[in-house]
């Protein structure tokens, strides 16, 4: 159904932009409208709404087209639940900046785009809403323009943002050539060569893989990611580069019919290379921000891999399996909206309280940050995939998917997929290392500078934000069947049919993947297994102790607590470094020992460590090759000697009278 009119009612998801002089008021009413906003978009997904709004511009050949159906519905649904989160969060995280008032606006404006991104059902409008979030996202990222930190990290991007805008124009020139619309619905009945469709398929890869942070196309990522507003930050990582997924299930499920299994297989590789990329430079990550922000490329191929499963199983017509795969993949999209934008949300309070996202300069925050280390540690359970948090489920459904592929009676399939559960279970491995570094570093330990001293508990706004998320992290893990369904009416609109009852069993409590009897887990009864044995294990030493409780402190190599410093706990670089020296050939390393002064008899050493990321080295080098060619031409072509510019006029000149003549 096509709607003609000019949707006024959309204006109101713009009055917290025209309210942003006032900022506390501005970001309670963004949450609150991203509160009703979620809640009418799971109504019309269960609806299984489906229509198209269109409305001339001021602009004679311009036309805004915004489609509603339970694909976008699900992204604006994503997107509102965090900024409904992080708005309240913001209501106190703002206090940290002078221009508060800028930073509302850009902040209202960043999310209200992410929702027109989605919504968008031409190519203009697309393509406008696309740079406006790309330009605002990036004022956002250089908003502390006075360190050069940012600044640079705000030119690795917006290059960036638009290498990969420039091919997503290259996809959508392809489709208009063999379609002759710019209109997305007539991209759906397409037919296109098989050679266009490569190439339709491989821009698209790069063009929004790009934005998601997908190898090698990622070295933006992690400098864009920490240096912006922690507020932005979890928007960034938990919804925007869920924009370039959205668009990339666009082009595959419904733009691109017929798709060959080699698709498939190139997205699953890069999936799989992303992963392990990504969480090995997380591993030996010191910043807070910056290890979520690996960690964020890693996830998003996480994604990756389950689409790349169900472009396959789409291929050869194994349905169940690529109805699993998809239900995944949104499942993981929801999952780590959630526990990332909890975790860089954590990170905004560790920094706002201690100013520093180093982690060798914090320690012990526990004690000064109860609550937050809580809700920290919540959102590690989830993104770790430990049992019965959210992560847990949505890469449990992954797993199924690639182990039931090894069943199915193709060869090349049977054979590679235990290959690739492999990779993801090495992923997660690391993953939970990782995470165990970062919490224990900072959390946990005694405090290692005068900074950890100064902090004190987060302010009540910043923790029901998390609380929100973290609540949301036990309740998508513990009751799996609500997304699911509601995930479920999304497969129906894109594939056109259920796979509900091969996912949820006995009202909810059981979740299996399929009939080929392989695995079945609930993570309720996991929650409650975990609860009995606990109180039993609990009153059982109480029983044989006779309630006697003996406090001790805590063993330290027969030192004693009291003779301990700082020194003697892990550091964040001493824990990553067995796995840095191992594999050294991934990392470009950087280390230096400097002397200054004199302890006692010794001079005082500094050690300091550098993890360069080779592809950014990489492109830096080529860059700066680039910039050099470019210079020697331009002397060549332009010496600044006028009888050359005469001769180049001359030369034109023929030029065009010979083209007359013939």
């Not at 409590?509 to 080929?516: A, E, N, V």
């Not at 030029?655 to 003549?661: E, T």
């Amino acid at each position: 159904m096509e709607i003609s009119e000019e949707p006024f009612y959309l204006l109101i998801l713009i009055l917290p932009l025209i309210l942003s002089f006032i900022p506390r008021f501005s970001l309670i009413l963004q949450s609150l409208l991203s509160s009703i906003l979620l809640i009418i978009s799971i109504s019309l997904i269960l609806s299984r709404a489906d229509f198209i709004i269109s409305f001339q511009s001021v602009i004679p050949f311009l036309t805004f087209s915004y489609k509603v159906d339970n694909l976008s519905l699900f992204f604006t649904g994503l997107v509102s639940l965090l900024s409904f989160a992080s708005s309240i969060y913001s209501v106190s995280y703002i206090k940290e900046f002078e221009n508060q008032k800028v930073l509302t606006f850009l902040y209202d404006l960043f999310i209200f785009s992410m929702i027109m991104v989605i919504l968008s059902a031409n190519v203009p409008t697309f393509l406008i809403w696309w740079e406006i979030m790309s330009v605002v996202s990036f004022l956002l990222v250089i908003f502390d323009y006075k360190k050069q930190e940012n600044l640079n990290a705000g030119i690795f991007y917006i290059f960036m943002t638009h290498f990969g805008t420039t091919f997503i124009i290259i996809s959508f020139i392809l489709l208009y050539i063999y379609s002759g619309s710019l209109e997305f619905k007539d991209f759906v009945n397409v037919n296109l060569p098989e050679d266009v469709k490569f190439l339709v398929f491989l821009t698209s890869l790069i063009g929004f893989g790009t934005k998601a942070g997908i190898f090698p196309l990622h070295f933006w990522l992690p400098k864009a990611h920490p240096v912006a507003p922690s507020n932005v930050s979890a928007l960034m990582s938990g919804v925007m580069i869920k924009t370039a997924v959205y668009m990339l299930i666009r082009f595959y499920f419904e733009f691109l019919k017929d798709i060959p299994v080699a698709f498939g297989y190139i997205v699953l590789f890069i999936g799989a290379l992303s992963a392990i990329y990504g969480i090995l430079y997380a591993y030996v990550q010191t910043d807070i921000k910056k290890m979520l922000a690996y960690s964020s490329m890693e996830n998003i191929v996480i994604i990756l891999i389950a689409v790349g499963l169900a472009m396959i199983f789409k291929s050869s017509h194994v349905w169940i399996l690529m109805g699993i795969s998809f239900i995944a993949v949104l499942y993981h999209t929801l999952n780590h909206t959630v526990f990332k934008g909890l975790l860089f949300l954590g990170a905004g309070s560790v920094l706002f309280k201690t100013h520093t996202k180093n982690m060798e300069e914090l320690g012990g925050l526990n004690k000064l940050m109860p609550k937050t280390g809580v809700l920290f540690l919540i959102g590690i359970l989830g993104i770790t995939a430990l049992p019965p948090f959210n992560g847990f489920v949505s890469e449990w459904l992954i797993y199924q998917s690639l182990l039931f592929g090894s069943k199915l009676n193709y060869e090349f399939i049977s054979f590679t997929m235990p290959l690739f559960a492999s990779v993801l279970a090495l992923t997660g491995a690391f993953a939970l290392g990782s995470f165990a570094k970062l919490y224990g570093t900072v959390f946990l330990g005694v405090g290692r500078t005068d900074k950890v001293k100064k902090a004190s508990e987060s302010d009540s706004f910043m923790l029901t934000g998390m609380g929100f998320l973290a609540f949301m992290v036990v309740i998508l893990g513990l009751i799996p069947v609500l997304p699911v369904y509601v995930i479920d009416e999304v497969l129906k609109q894109i594939a056109s049919f259920s796979i509900y009852n091969y996912i949820i069993y006995k009202n909810g409590l059981l979740l299996i993947s399929t009939d080929y009897d392989f695995g079945r887990i609930s993570t309720s009864i996991l929650a409650i297994a975990g609860i009995v044995i606990f109180v039993i294990t609990y009153f059982l030493i109480r029983k044989i102790g006779n309630g006697n409780v003996r406090e001790y402190e805590t063993w330290a190599c027969g030192l004693g607590e009291s003779n301990l410093t700082v020194k003697a706990q892990y550091s964040a670089s001493g824990f990553s470094q067995p796995i840095r020296r191992i594999l050294s050939f991934v990392y470009k390393i950087k280390e230096s020992l400097s002397f200054s002064g004199k302890k006692y008899f010794l001079p005082k050493k500094t050690y300091k460590l550098e993890i360069i990321d080779k592809i950014e080295d990489l492109a830096l080098s080529l860059t700066d090759m680039f910039i050099k060619i470019v210079l020697k031409v331009r002397y060549f072509i332009q010496p600044g000697i006028i009888h050359v510019y005469i001769a180049y006029i001359i030369l034109t000149l023929i030029a065009f009278i010979l083209y007359a003549v013939r």
